[in-house]
């Protein structure tokens, strides 16, 4: 069956470095991949969208590598601010075909200034 | 609307009960989906509208959970006979359909259902 992984322990990094968050994927082969942030108590916030046929997107501090190869993509924010602490999630599409979404269980970030 | 609304924001239950929840997706948007999360957890699918064709029902976690949209406008997910592990935030999220291509979703605020 179709798995989705994120690190479901907290990351906690200093303000002003780079926070890598992974997902990876088993069992089947999205056609592209997606990232929302989440805040508590709020829905979640699309951040950035990756194709299967792309290896790096980049939007402002934010970076997507999608490795289809490993099954896998990560998500940096470079120079992180505690504004960035928030619960990131990963959305693989459901299959190859593009259609639907399924989400990863989040990786929460916490910015220490 | 600007965003995605749903309603009502908070709702306590008894068990046994029926809920309603509502969704009003941006206009335009095709795609409708409603999510689960159950405290500190992820995301979890429940029902898919898209447009004309027949929902894709394969997350409804039992027959006491049923959904409906009116063309490609409002949905309402309908709980019966409430149970406590009912409890959790139901999202709702809309989307541009192009094709095979989902856009980004746009989900709404969520509404805390607490099963007592």
């Known amino acids: 069956s179709q798995k989705i992984e994120q690190n479901s322990e907290a990351l906690n990094i200093q303000e002003g470095k780079t926070a890598t968050l992974t997902c990876n994927y088993t069992?089947?082969?999205?056609?592209?991949l997606q990232w929302y942030r989440q805040d508590p108590g709020r829905g979640p916030v699309f951040l950035l969208l990756?194709?299967?046929?792309?290896k790096e997107k980049r939007k402002e501090r934010l970076k997507v590598t999608f490795d289809t190869t490993l099954k896998q993509s990560l998500f940096h924010i470079t120079a992180s601010q505690p504004a960035d602490s928030a619960t990131y999630l990963c959305?693989?599409?459901?299959?190859?075909?593009?259609?639907?979404?399924?989400f990863g269980g989040g990786t929460r970030l916490m910015v220490k200034p | 609307g600007a965003g995605v609304s749903q309603s009502p924001s908070n709702k306590v239950t008894e068990k046994g009960k029926d809920v309603e929840l509502r969704c009003d997706p941006i206009?335009?948007?095709?795609?409708l989906y409603w999510y689960r999360q159950r405290l500190g957890q992820g995301l979890e699918f429940l029902i898919y509208?898209?447009?004309?064709?027949?929902?894709?029902k394969s997350g409804l976690p039992s027959d006491r959970f049923s959904a409906e949209r009116t063309g490609e406008s409002v949905s309402t997910l309908t709980i019966q006979r409430t149970q406590q592990e009912d409890s959790a935030v139901y999202l709702c999220?809309?989307?541009?359909?192009?094709?095979?291509?989902?856009?980004?979703?746009?989900f709404g605020e969520g509404s805390r259902l607490t099963v007592l």
């Open positions: 206009s335009g948007h095709t795609a």
């Open positions: 959305a693989p599409s459901r299959d190859n075909a593009g259609n639907m979404l399924t």
């Open positions: 069992n089947y082969s999205p056609a592209y």
């Open positions: 509208f898209q447009g004309n064709s027949a929902p894709d």
């Open positions: 990756i194709r299967e046929n792309e």
């Open positions: 999220a809309s989307s541009l359909q192009a094709g095979s291509y989902t856009g980004e979703l746009f």
